[in-house]
């Protein structure tokens, strides 16, 4: 299965850091460490004044949208590093660069600040709205 470009997935609620935790496993288990992580699970939020929004639908869409990340990132990442590669893929809304300053603000900005934590390399967020971040291969 290593080389035949085989995928896997698994169902998880990205708010919920356990069911996370275990679809990770579940493909960690059949494949080993993740060469690919796509994190594209989102809530588009309320839309309007942040003083006039409500304010259980603008936090639902933190915690999918910021939380839900974190979970995916959190459950995948120590994999890839250990394996000493790796590409996390994250997808983020058009409020991401809203006048708004929706949730998706957050995808945009961690790419940077993990390339940093990591030596690894972010594409910037061009014109689709996503960032990857490539980890350098292990040269030991």
């Known amino acids: 299965e290593e080389q035949s470009g085989a995928a896997a997935y698994a169902v998880a609620d990205v708010t919920d850091r356990d069911s996370v935790v275990r679809a990770a496993a579940a493909c960690t288990e059949r ?3 993740p060469d690919t992580v796509v994190t594209a699970a989102g809530a588009y939020g309320p839309i309007g004044r942040s003083w006039e929004v409500d304010p259980a639908a603008w936090w639902r869409a933190q915690e999918v ?3 839900g990340t974190l979970h995916v990132l959190q459950a995948t ?3 890839m590093l250990e394996q000493g590669r790796g590409r996390i893929i994250a997808f983020s809304g058009g409020g991401a660069t809203a006048e708004s300053g929706s949730t998706g603000g957050f995808l945009l900005g961690v790419g940077p600040g993990w390339r940093s934590s990591f030596g690894a390399g972010v594409i910037p967020p061009q014109p689709s709205r996503t ?3 490539h980890l350098p291969r292990n040269r030991s």
């Open 31 to 33: 494949f080993g460490a």
């Open 65 to 67: 949208n910021v939380l």
């Open 77 to 79: 990442l120590p994999g």
């Open 131 to 133: 960032w990857s971040l």
